[in-house]
């Protein structure tokens, strides 16, 4: 099924009083057949900070999880890239500074436990392995 998807990211001008401020940018590209050919993937690899955002998702019947999968797994990225792109998503959200500190603490918590999580059930697959 063809859909869109919808990247932002923010890049820091080098040039005169751009300088110092963010210029963010977003770029759709409609009906990408594949997303293995996105440019978002260059953006990353370039240490752009990137932004995945749900493009009508009541429409496609697609959920946030499902863009980051379809990030992960089309993009070949590792766990630090998934961990940036959803940091990048509250870092670069529209909330109070006091609310994003919170929300970032609250995911890295979060996070942490997913982590710990993730490495108890490698162990154990290999515990069953012998």
Same mark, same amino acid.
């Given at each position: 099924? +063809?859909?869109? $998807?919808? %990247?932002?990211?923010?890049?820091? &001008?080098?040039? *005169?009083?751009?300088?110092? +401020? ?21 953006? %990353? ?6 932004? %995945? #955002? ?5 429409? =496609? +019947? ?7 999968? /379809?990030?992960?797994?089309? =993009? *070949?990225?590792? $766990?630090? #890239? ?7 998503? &509250? %870092? ?7 609310? +994003?500190?919170?929300? $970032? /603490?609250?995911? !890295?918590? @979060?996070? @942490? @436990?997913?982590?710990? =999580? ?11 392995? !012998?």
């Amino acid at each position: 099924m +063809k859909r869109s $998807l919808t %990247i932002f990211f923010s890049l820091l &001008l080098f040039f *005169g009083f751009f300088q110092q +401020k963010r210029s963010f940018i977003q770029t759709r590209y409609e009906d990408v057949d594949d997303l293995r050919n996105h440019p978002a993937v260059l953006y %990353i690899n370039s240490g752009l900070p990137v932004v %995945i #955002c749900p493009d009508d998702p009541a429409i =496609w +019947k697609s959920t946030f999880s499902h863009d980051f999968y /379809e990030a992960f797994m089309s =993009w *070949g990225l590792d $766990l630090r #890239c998934l961990k940036q792109l959803a940091m990048n998503s &509250l %870092i670069y959200s529209a909330m109070e500074p006091e609310e +994003k500190e919170r929300a $970032l /603490e609250f995911w !890295r918590d @979060k996070w @942490k @436990k997913f982590i710990n =999580w993730l490495n108890d059930y490698k162990v154990e697959q290999a515990a069953l392995r !012998r």
